[in-house]
C-alpha cells in the first residue's frame, strides 16, 4: 500500500511531466546548437580557419562549447531521472527509496519528484579532491619568492595609481611641455 494519496501521486505525476517536456523542449529547440557541439570549432563557428583569430576568441569558444556540453550533461541526466520516475511509477514502485525500500516524504517527492532516495541515502555528491596531474610535477617557488609583495600588502591601491605615476610626469609638466614646443619649432621649419 502505498504512502501518497490519489491526489499526491497526481501532482507528483503532473509535475514529472511538465518537466519532462520542459527538457524536451529544451533538446529539440537547441537540436542544431546541439549537433554542432560534436563538430570542431572550425565547423561550428563557420570559420574557415581559427589561425586569424585573436587567442582569446578562440579561448571564448571553447569555453562556452564546454559550458554548454556540462548543462546539455546534466539536463540529460535529469531527463534520464525524470523518465526513471515515471516508469517506477508506472510498476507502483514510486515514492521508495531504492535503497532501503522505505516511503520517501511527500514533502522530498514534491522539492526533487524525480528522486529514487531518501535524505539518509541519496548518492554522495561531495565534490572531488583529486588534483590535476600537473601538480605531481609543479615544484615550489624559490625561498623568498613573493616576500616584498607581502610586505609591502597594502600601501598601493588604485586611490594612489595616478599619484605614483605622475611622479614621473604628464604632458603638462614643464619638462613634457619642453619638449613639445621644441617639437613643434622642429616642424615649422
Not at 527538457?23 to 572550425?42: C, I, K, M, V, Y
Not at 565547423?43 to 562549447?65: C, K, M, Q
Not at 535529469?78 to 510498476?91: F, N, T
Not at 525500500?101 to 529514487?116: K, M, S, V, W
Amino acid at each position: 500500500m502505498s504512502h501518497l494519496s490519489s491526489e499526491q501521486k497526481q501532482e507528483l505525476k503532473a509535475a514529472l511531466l511538465e518537466r519532462k517536456q520542459e527538457l524536451e523542449h529544451h533538446f529539440h529547440a537547441n537540436g542544431e546548437d546541439n549537433a554542432l557541439l560534436g563538430d570542431s570549432l572550425t565547423e561550428s563557428t563557420g570559420e574557415l580557419s581559427s589561425y586569424d583569430n585573436h587567442p582569446a576568441d578562440v579561448g571564448t569558444e571553447v569555453f562556452e562549447r564546454g559550458r554548454d556540453l556540462a548543462v546539455n550533461d546534466t539536463l540529460q541526466d535529469e531527463l534520464d531521472q525524470v523518465i526513471s520516475a515515471l516508469q517506477r511509477m508506472d510498476r507502483g514502485e514510486y515514492g521508495k527509496c531504492l535503497e532501503c525500500r522505505r516511503d520517501i516524504p511527500f514533502e522530498r517527492l514534491q522539492a526533487i519528484p524525480y528522486t529514487a532516495y531518501c535524505v539518509e541515502h541519496t548518492p554522495n555528491r561531495d565534490i572531488s579532491s583529486d588534483r590535476p596531474v600537473e601538480e605531481e610535477v609543479m615544484t615550489p617557488p624559490p625561498s623568498g619568492a613573493g616576500e616584498n609583495r607581502q610586505r609591502h600588502d597594502g600601501r598601493f591601491d588604485d586611490a594612489d595609481a595616478w599619484e605614483s605615476v605622475e611622479e614621473y610626469g604628464t604632458s603638462n609638466t614643464p619638462a613634457m611641455a619642453a619638449k613639445r614646443d621644441v617639437a613643434d619649432y622642429d616642424e615649422g621649419m
